[in-house]
Nanobody
Framework: VQLQASGGGSVQPGGSLRLSCEAS???????????IGWFRQAPGKGREWVTC????????LYAEPVKVRFIISRDNAKNLAYLQMNSLKPEDTAVYYC???????????????????????WGQGTLVTVPA
């Protein structure tokens, strides 16, 4: 399975961006079986979890710094996931990664989707810059 993240760029504080994550390469499998997560890595810092969405009910979980401002969604028929980022702040500047965690019955309420080590596949990252 390959993941391709796109949609990054430079945006002024208060602006919006929508990131996309396209999944491909499934063999006897499909995106329905995966929890999708977004992570980010700011310059000089470790990778941190941002949000995740399950496939059971499309329920989502958000890290506190992005709650209310970011919205994750998915379109299984198109093998796509999205991250709508609103009211962007300079502290949102980072490389954003999408990732897939195998779990057709996994619910985000269990919070396992917040753990980097649980993910099976990663995209290459897309840079988001919000200048101060």
């Amino acid at each position: 399975v390959q993941l391709q993240a796109s949609g990054g760029g430079s945006v002024q504080p208060g602006g919006s961006l929508r990131l996309s994550c396209e999944a491909s390469g499934f063999i006897s499998d499909n995106l329905d079986n995966y929890v999708i997560g977004w992570f980010r890595q700011a310059p000089g810092k470790g990778r941190e979890w941002v949000t995740c969405i399950d496939s059971v009910d499309a329920n989502a979980l958000y890290a506190e710094p992005v709650k209310v401002r970011f919205i994750i969604s998915r379109d299984n028929a198109k093998n796509l996931a999205y991250l709508q980022m609103n009211s962007l702040k300079p502290e949102d500047t980072a490389v954003y990664y999408c990732a897939a965690l195998w779990g057709p019955t996994l619910r985000v309420g269990l919070r396992s989707c917040t753990e980097i080590s649980r993910y099976n596949y990663w995209g290459q990252g897309t840079l988001v810059t919000v200048p101060a």
